[in-house]
């Protein structure tokens, strides 16, 4: 890779030359994979045409229509498959019929034929009567047997003709041209074939995959047909996500030319009802399948916007792991991650600081924008913070190689130069609450106190203030630990106008009031990691003294009782803005 298109990413972003660059190297792996694959599914007993026939029908298509097969070739479905497939030969994977899930080269080498209109014969897995077709759609026969079942695939000229058994023992037969459509054009009911729609974004089709069985990134799934209105809401939110991006366009963190996604994969719901959230529950992406992203819809087009930054960060750094060596990893979970519930390891981490760099980069593009910038400053604020935070645990943890450094330090670069721009005080400071929030609660729930910590008794006991560890020492987890919602990190994104709540007198500035408040909560529930959480961070920033910031660095040394202490500074009228504790 030249230099300057590593730096480019290395800073968390990366020109369209950069992104061309790691798309040719998702290239070149698919086909080494492809080739180790084929090497092995000659030894795989099958009912179908066997996988050199259809390779050959592949290559030959390629040669007729090279552009479409490639895009075939190179679909994150595909991908997928590939290495799902690898894994089941290599016995650490599960599925369907192993024949049958070999059988997707065959329907990969009918849509190729199709795209390419050559003519072939090939026997192909039917599910059900149904026939998915990578980029196409799905062919379901009228009237078919039910199960996993074998069907013939004709093609000439652009045309489908699918057979397969019938319900009473007989064949059943469709015909028709598939192809995929814009939202909104579908064919008639009825036709046997369902067309795989696409979201427009200026001249790019990017697919809505909810039919293919690979589009969940791992295991096959069944489809999951939106429905026309729903796909309509998505076509909706979608144009004003993009339009969000377009405001500026360019090669910098947090920018994104929506042409570059490779698919947009609906996660769980298929209808209207009931209303989406406004942000988004859930969104994934995979090494495998470069450029695809399983998003739950949200109702706002700014979350969406957001959250197609952050997945496509993922696919960048994916296809960066693919071409260097960046850390020895001892997969180990047992490190910080401040937008993660659990520990994480190495890799994970590298990850969530790369993909967040690009979220920083995306609210710091708000700032100008008049309807966003009340969120976007304590977004950013609160982003750059966490990723550098991440940055300086990988640059200190002594796994990183060479081009390992060479991304970090691009990272912390970017960070640093962030962290010195100046961002409205009142979201700032709500940011490093929060972030100190996260930090305190993940403590509370995945850190165990050492060996010697007697557990019993109050937070800070009489005559004494409780002793952390050295910096140095390592994390001892909590066998117990299990996930927990992280409910402050957006609900601090705006200060609260009229607060009831410990969290929302904290968010509103008034920590003595969310101290009490936290101190009432924990009388009825002593030693609750969240109640907890909160009534350190509101101590913290009322007594800056030596004791409170300890406890702030090593929550976990917190022992619960049935009454809290004292405060050693009742009389602060104006708390201080909190600050993260010195090591994650």
């Not at 590593?6 to 992104?19: C, D, I």
């Not at 330090?409 to 009142?426: I, K, M, N, Q």
């Not at 066998?479 to 007198?505: G, I, K, N, V």
Request: glycine share 10%.
């Amino acid at each position: 890779m030249p230099e300057p298109l590593f730096a480019e990413l290395a800073a968390g972003g990366g020109s369209a030359q950069a992104v061309a660059f790691l798309e040719q190297g998702e290239r070149a792996r698919r086909l080494l994979l492809l080739r180790t694959l084929l090497n092995r599914l000659g030894d795989v007993p099958t009912p179908l045409t066997p996988a050199a026939e259809a390779w050959r029908v592949f290559k030959e298509a390629a040669g007729r229509a090279p552009g479409p097969v490639e895009r075939l070739l190179l679909a994150p479905t595909t991908g997928a498959w590939i290495a799902h497939l690898l894994r089941r030969l290599h016995g650490t994977a599960t599925g369907p019929e192993l024949w049958s899930e070999a059988g997707r080269l065959n329907t990969l080498a009918v849509a190729a034929s199709l795209h390419a209109g050559t003519e072939t014969v090939l026997r192909v897995p039917l599910h059900d009567g149904t026939l998915p077709l990578p980029g196409l759609g799905l062919a379901r026969l009228p009237d078919a047997a039910a199960g996993l079942t074998e069907g013939t695939a004709r093609t000439r000229a652009g045309e489908l003709t699918l057979t397969g058994p019938g319900r009473a023992g007989g064949p059943a037969s469709l015909t028709c041209r598939p192809a995929s459509v814009p939202v909104g054009e579908e064919p008639p009911a009825g036709t046997g074939w369902l067309p795989l729609r696409t979201l427009t974004a200026g001249s790019a089709a990017i697919p809505l995959d909810d039919l293919d069985p690979y589009r969940d990134l791992d295991d096959p799934i069944p489809p999951a047909r939106l429905d026309d209105d729903e796909a309509a809401a998505w076509q909706r939110l979608f144009d004003e996500a993009t339009a969000i991006l377009a405001r500026r366009p360019g090669a910098g963190p947090g920018r994104l030319d929506p042409a570059v996604i490779r698919s947009v994969v609906p996660w769980e719901r298929t209808g209207l009802l009931p209303p989406p959230p406004p942000d988004v529950r859930v969104s994934a992406s995979s090494g495998d399948s470069y450029g695809a992203m399983v998003i739950a819809r949200p109702s706002s087009p700014l979350a969406l916007a957001e959250a197609l930054v952050h997945e496509f960060q993922h696919s960048k750094l994916a296809a960066l792991l693919h071409l260097f060596p960046l850390l020895d990893d001892d997969r180990a979970e047992r490190h910080y991650a401040p937008w993660r519930p659990d520990p994480r390891h190495l890799t994970g981490l590298l990850h969530g600081a790369y993909a967040f760099t690009g979220v920083a980069g995306f609210w710091r593009d708000r700032l100008s924008d008049p309807e966003h910038r009340g969120t976007a400053a304590y977004h950013f604020a609160l982003r750059r913070t966490q990723s550098r935070l991440v940055v300086r645990t990988l640059l200190t943890s002594g796994r990183l190689t060479a081009d390992g450094h060479g991304l970090v330090g691009g990272l912390a670069r970017t960070l640093d130069g962030w962290l010195r721009e100046p961002v409205d005080p009142a979201a700032a400071a709500r940011a490093r609450t929060a972030a100190a929030l996260h930090r305190t609660e993940w403590r509370l729930r995945n850190v165990a106190p050492p060996a010697h910590h007697e557990p019993d008794g109050h937070s800070v006991p009489p005559g004494g203030e409780p002793v952390p560890p050295p910096l140095s020492a390592p994390l001892r987890l909590r066998t117990d630990r299990a996930p927990w919602p992280d409910h402050r990190t957006h609900a601090f994104a705006l200060p609260p106008t009229d607060p009831a709540t410990p969290d929302e007198h904290l968010a509103a500035g008034d920590a003595a009031a969310a101290l009490a408040g936290y101190d009432e909560g924990l009388r009825r529930e002593p030693g609750d990691p969240h109640l907890l959480a909160g009534w350190i961070v509101a101590r913290a920033a009322l007594d800056r003294g030596p004791g409170a910031r300890r406890l702030l660095a090593r929550p976990e040394l917190a022992r619960p009782g049935p009454a809290r202490p004292a405060l050693a500074r009742p009389d602060l009228a104006r708390p201080e803005p909190v600050r993260p504790g010195p090591r994650g």
